[in-house]
Structure formats: structure tokens, C-alpha cells
């Protein structure tokens, strides 16, 4: 089977910030951090601290108060990178620390909706990034997404 080097590139990518990251983490307490108020006892951890490396895990863009994936697409899309930004304030670092993003969509035809919206959580420079279309997501949802970051 031929890979393409669409496909290929992030991956050595991912890869490379991964194993990068970890180097930096080896001689650091570890840190598995959950999201204030969470009620599920699902196995993983919202975030884990690794130094000056964060892993954020993959969140969905579900409305807090009802639980839901909001109707309107782009509420859905703030409310997602307004998760992954508050997860990243919390241990004292911002978006623009970001090195690695992957961003799960079941329909590619929301890649431009998406990216007028994602652009303006940046003040610097833009993570690495795979927006990648994928099968269902849970609740319904439009995006998935994870990422790494280091402490700039």
C-alpha cells in the first residue's frame, strides 16, 4: 500500500514534537490533571503536565450547561477552543504555545468554517496541524480535538 506524503508528514511530525517532549519531561514530576468538575470516571485525564510539555486530551465541543453539542456550528467550534485555551490557562500557558493540533471532523466541508474561527485564538504563530476527517464523533460532534504544547 503507497502512503502518501500528506499523510506521512504529520506523522513525523507528531512523532518528533512527541518524542522531543518527552526527552524534555524525563526529569520532571508528571502531572494528570482533570477538568474542574468532572463527574464521569472515564479512563484518561483531561490533561497531562510533563515538565514544560502539556498533552491535551482529545474534548468535543459540548455546551457545559446542557451537556449537548450546541445546533450552531461555530458556537460549537468556540466552545471547543475555549475548552482547550481554559485547559491551558489553568497550568499558566496560552494557545500560543501550542506546537501540535489534530482536529477530527466527520464532515470536511466545515474545514473553512473551522479555520475562520481557529485563526483568532492566535496571537503569534500557528501550530502544527492535521484536520483529518474521521467516522462519527461522540454526542454528535462536529471536531475533536487534542494537542501538545511546551511552555515558550
Excluded: W
Amino acid at each position: 500500500m503507497k502512503r502518501s506524503a500528506a499523510v506521512i508528514v504529520p506523522s513525523i511530525l507528531l512523532l518528533v514534537v512527541t518524542l522531543s517532549a518527552i526527552g524534555n519531561a524525563q526529569d520532571s514530576e508528571v502531572q494528570y490533571l482533570n477538568n474542574p468538575g468532572r463527574a464521569d470516571n472515564n479512563p484518561y485525564s483531561n490533561m497531562v503536565v510533563a515538565g514544560d510539555t502539556v498533552y491535551l486530551a482529545g474534548a468535543i465541543g459540548v455546551d457545559p450547561e446542557t451537556g449537548m453539542v450546541p445546533d450552531d456550528v461555530e458556537e460549537e467550534i468556540r466552545i471547543v477552543l475555549d475548552s482547550m485555551k481554559d485547559r491551558l490557562e489553568r497550568v499558566g500557558m496560552s494557545m500560543d504555545d501550542l506546537v501540535a493540533v489534530q482536529v477530527f471532523c466527520p464532515d470536511l466541508t466545515l474545514y473553512d468554517t473551522f479555520n475562520n474561527i481557529y485563526r483568532t485564538y492566535f496571537d503569534e504563530h500557528f501550530p502544527a496541524r492535521a484536520f483529518v476527517g474521521s467516522g462519527p464523533l461522540l454526542r454528535d460532534g462536529h471536531f475533536e480535538l487534542l494537542g501538545t504544547a511546551i511552555r515558550q
